[in-house]
T-cell receptor, first 113, second 113 residues
């Protein structure tokens, strides 16, 4: 079974630029999560999707972050414009219905200069 | 905000020794999970313990949960160099929140060959 795929793996941008991350969850996993992990900390939930609907985006900085999951499969997370404090690893995770275990992708490491 | 707090922040042991990590949390939970993160990679689920359970085993892993003290511990027996990683506890709230995880800051384990 293929795992959660993310791309790109690394991205370096300058502040005020925009960036997008892509996630392909495990086949059949209806729930998808995006997390932000700042160096030295644990992952922090940004947004949770159930199929193509948003379940919780209360911790997503909506003035600069946006996310979508149009067909209930792949998802993209965008930052526009980026700030220095957005430097972090962005993790995507998915979960099959009825089970609490989340499966994580390798993450995208973002550096904002 | 981060629910779990792991202790110690860093742990260094010799191969073959046991490693114990602790996690404390603040609010009621449905379940508590432990994840491992190797450097530069995504998180891997290790074990889940529900609020009505006191102890679980999985291979060389033993997890305990004390809901009266709001704490959990992860014991890795007969450690190996490959166990070197960061370990995170994550809590899931009761009810509808049981499918969202709140992570601690993690314990960085180094196993010296």
């Amino acid at each position: 079974e293929a795992g959660v795929a993310q791309s790109p793996r690394y991205k370096i941008i300058e502040k005020r630029q925009s960036v997008a991350f892509w996630c392909n969850p495990i086949s059949g996993h209806a729930t998808l999560y995006w997390y932000q992990q700042i160096l030295g900390q644990g992952p922090k939930l940004l947004i949770q999707f159930q199929n193509n609907g948003v379940v919780d985006d209360s911790q997503l900085p909506k003035d600069r972050f946006s996310a979508e999951r149009l067909k209930g499969v792949d998802s993209t997370l965008k930052i526009q414009p980026a700030k220095l404090e957005d430097s972090a690893v962005y993790l995507c995770a998915s979960r099959v219905g009825g089970w609490e275990t989340q499966y994580f992708g390798p993450g995208t490491r973002l550096l904002v200069l | 905000s981060q629910q779990g707090e792991e202790d110690p922040q860093a742990l260094s042991i010799q191969e073959g020794e046991n490693a114990t990590m602790n996690c404390s949390y603040k609010t009621s939970i449905n379940n508590l999970q432990w994840y491992r993160q190797n450097s530069g990679r995504g998180l891997v689920h290790l074990i889940l313990i529900r609020s009505n359970e006191r102890e679980k085993h999985s291979g060389r892993l033993r997890v305990t949960l004390d809901t009266s003290k709001k704490s959990s511990s992860l014991l890795i027996t007969a450690s190996r160099a490959a166990d070197t990683a960061s370990y995170f506890c994550a809590t899931a709230a009761p009810g509808a929140g049981s499918y969202q995880l709140t992570f601690g800051k993690g314990t960085k384990l180094s196993v010296i060959p």
